[in-house]
């Protein structure tokens, strides 16, 4: 098993690294033991005519909450400056690698995954290969990893290709990336989805337990029947489309045609904003009379059901079981129950928490695929 690290989760690494060096040629002293000590030095008469044992039980409180202080304050200097000095090695990548291997790449890389080794940082790829396969090995993919591994991946930016080639061949691995309904919590990405040997989830008619059903903040709204609404169209990403070997100019091309001849309602093409300034799907879909929703491999689907609006999605995702994903359905859409399917999409997406302390890989090998 090979649990290959993207760029950020190798960087926290490396962060970790220099921080600790920070903190190590900085010293461990903070403000609240240089108060102990000069209280000592300034009351050492006192301290003299103290019993043997009480002097003991005094110094015992007081490097005990000399320790406690350190401790909060090495913390916060760990936690407040890793993440700058891991966005700074991002910028600095090239730059980290060579520095580190002497002028070798490769060397470089090894240097960056014995960081990762050695400090407990946890991660995606890493905590959850772990338990997958404790004895897996870290892989960059500057290290032109053997595809034909099974393997622990995430994000399909920058790993593309390579993902391309394991669905092709058919190899074996584990994928995870942004879960389906962080659309609730306006973006913060609180869901993991953990998928075998594909980017999305296929349909699956296997019934789930309702007991994870409490963790979603909100609920579907119930279907809209609205026959005279719009239709909104939206486009795929680019990676997305690039990834199928496909355009997203040509799918939305070819999608708005065959609408206007299948439909005389009114097409409108939602176009995916930059996240700083898009609006919410959910909410905007809340707002509007819309008829339905076409998408493609998009967690747009989700905001549309949990909108109460119906879908055609045309390409692979875990709503494939409550859309149709075909145009020609434009006047057939699915409106039935999404019970099981919601108790369904609870056991395939997990809270970060989930994925750390092993409770995904439980229900994942009790529910999924293993």
């Known amino acids: 098993m090979q649990l290959i690290l993207n760029r950020p989760e190798a960087a926290l690494a490396v962060a970790t690294y220099i921080v600790f060096r920070r903190i190590a040629r900085r010293g461990w002293r903070n403000k609240g033991e240089r108060k102990t000590y000069r209280e000592w030095h300034n009351n050492i008469d006192d301290f003299r005519s103290m019993e043997t044992d009480d002097l003991k039980e005094l110094i015992e409180v007081r490097v005990k909450d000399d320790v406690k202080q350190s401790m909060r304050y090495i913390s916060n200097m760990i936690k407040n400056e890793r993440v700058k000095c891991k966005n700074w090695v991002l910028d600095n990548w090239s730059y980290i690698m060579n520095l580190l291997g002497e002028g070798d790449t490769k060397k470089g890389a090894h240097k960056i995954l014995e960081f990762v080794e050695k400090y407990k940082v946890q991660s995606w790829v890493k905590t959850f290969g772990l338990m997958v396969d404790r004895y897996a090995s870290f892989k960059l993919m500057e290290q032109n990893p053997n595809v034909e591994k099974d393997c622990v991946i995430r994000n399909i930016i920058d790993n593309d290709k390579f993902i391309k080639n ?143 609006v119906p879908v055609i999605n045309t390409g692979q995702h875990i709503s494939n079981q409550v859309t149709k994903s075909s145009l020609n359905d434009i006047d057939n859409l699915y409106m039935g129950d999404i019970g099981n399917w919601l108790c369904r999409l609870s056991y395939s997406q997990y809270k970060t928490h989930e994925i750390f302390d092993g409770t995904a890989w439980k229900l994942i090998k009790d529910y999924n695929y293993v």
């Open 166 to 308: 394991k669905l092709t061949n058919n190899f074996p691995f584990w994928f995870i990336d942004t879960g389906y309904t962080n659309f609730i919590t306006r973006g913060k990405k609180t869901w993991h989805r953990i998928v075998r040997n594909h980017v999305h989830e296929k349909a699956n008619t296997r019934i789930y337990p309702a007991d994870r059903l409490n963790m979603f903040e909100t609920f579907p709204v119930p279907w809209r029947n609205s026959p005279n609404g719009q239709i909104w169209v939206l486009p795929p990403s680019h990676y997305i489309m690039d990834f199928e070997g496909n355009k997203q100019k040509r799918w939305l091309t070819q999608t708005v045609s065959q609408l206007k001849k299948l439909t005389t309602r009114e097409v409108v093409v939602r176009e995916k904003l930059d996240t700083k300034v898009r609006s919410s799907l959910y909410l905007d879909l809340l707002e509007h009379d819309v008829y339905c929703v076409i998408c493609h491999s998009s967690t747009a689907a989700i905001e549309s059901i949990w909108a109460g």
